[in-house]
Each structure stands twice: as structure tokens, then as C-alpha cells.
């Protein structure tokens, strides 16, 4: 782990297994994370992340950092809870960072996950290393977000490659209109 304090971070945790929970909270504060609050499913979480909104006292807390998320829940999954955060018109914060944990890493799950916006992907089993690289690669690299009319999420290119040459990309139809945000700016 960096040197970085994660004593005034705040993360939700959403798993449904007991056990799993558990030990995802105890990794985390062995991190360094100040506050963890766990919730069983998605439908918990989004209950959480609206009271921390309406009524942050009542919470708490007074914002989530980040939400680590199992993929697999009922009844609402981690697929359902990143798009309602993504996508809701009640998501209170669309760039709430989100690392989704699962132990479907085949590469269309991989791929279907960051087409719906999340920030990164934890395998299971996990280590508290393999954690610990991916909630710094999600504090760390901030990258802008995309908004197009069938994605909005952290830019899903990794690299910035230097290009010394005219755009050739050219969009023809104004619903195809891509729009470049960089949270907090």
C-alpha cells in the first residue's frame, strides 16, 4: 500500500454473503479505510446512497467515496445497482466511483461490466494486495467520463496514446453526440 491515509475515506460495501462481507470489511479497514458501511444487496445500497443524500446526519456520513459492489445478489445485483447509479434519474452522484467484485471473470462479463461504467474489477478469490491495487488504481486514476446515448461511465481507454495526425472521426448524426466530462472541473 501507498502512502496515501484512507483514514477519511468512505466506502459502501455491498455483498451478500456473510462471510464475504466480513472479510471485505476487515481488509479494508486493515487498509487504512475510515469508514466502511456494508449492505446485504443493491436495493439496500441505493436506500443508503438516497438517505446519505437526503439526510447525511441520519446516514452518518456525509458523502460515499466509493462503492465495492458484488456482482452477483438478489435482489437487486451489482449490475442492476451500477446502472441505476450510472444512469437513474434518482442517482443522486453519477460519478460515484464503483469496483465490482465477482467470481465470473469471463471476458464478456468483464466487458459487459465496464460497458455498463464501472471503474474496475475485482476477481474472487481475492488478496488484500489485489484489493488494495484496485481501490488505489480507482483513487488514483480519475479518469474523465463519457456520455453518449447508450453509455455514460469513466473513459473505458486505459492509455492516452499520442496522436500527430488529423481526426478522422466525425460524428453524422447529432443523437451519436459524444460528450467528454471530467468530474469536479
Not at 502512502?3 to 456473510?18: A, F, G, K, N, Q
Not at 460515499?64 to 445478489?73: A, H, K, L, Q, R
Request: glycine fraction near 4%; charged fraction near 30%.
Amino acid at each position: 500500500m501507498s502512502d496515501i491515509s484512507l483514514e477519511r475515506l468512505t466506502v459502501l460495501l455491498v455483498e451478500d454473503s456473510p462471510f464475504i462481507r466480513s472479510l471485505l470489511s476487515n481488509c479494508l479497514k486493515i487498509l487504512g479505510v475510515g469508514t466502511v458501511i456494508a449492505v446485504e444487496d443493491g436495493a439496500g445500497a441505493i436506500d443508503f446512497i438516497q438517505l446519505v443524500h437526503q439526510d447525511p446526519m441520519k446516514a452518518g456520513v456525509m458523502e460515499v467515496d466509493i462503492v465495492i459492489t458484488n456482482w452477483e445478489m438478489s435482489p437487486v445485483n451489482g449490475k442492476m445497482l451500477l446502472r441505476w447509479i450510472r444512469r437513474h434519474k434518482d442517482s443522486p452522484d453519477r460519478f460515484l466511483p464503483v469496483l465490482m467484485i465477482t467470481a465470473y471473470t469471463e471476458q464478456e462479463r468483464v466487458l459487459e461490466a465496464r460497458d455498463l461504467g464501472v471503474h474496475e474489477v475485482l476477481a474472487k478469490p481475492f488478496t488484500i494486495k489485489s484489493l488494495s491495487d484496485k481501490l488505489m488504481s480507482v483513487i488514483m486514476n480519475n479518469r474523465q467520463f463519457v456520455h453518449t446515448k447508450n453509455y455514460f461511465g469513466p473513459d473505458r481507454r486505459r492509455q492516452e496514446l499520442f496522436w500527430d495526425s488529423e481526426e478522422r472521426r466525425e460524428l453524422t448524426d447529432e443523437s451519436e453526440a459524444v460528450e467528454i466530462i471530467v468530474h469536479g472541473e
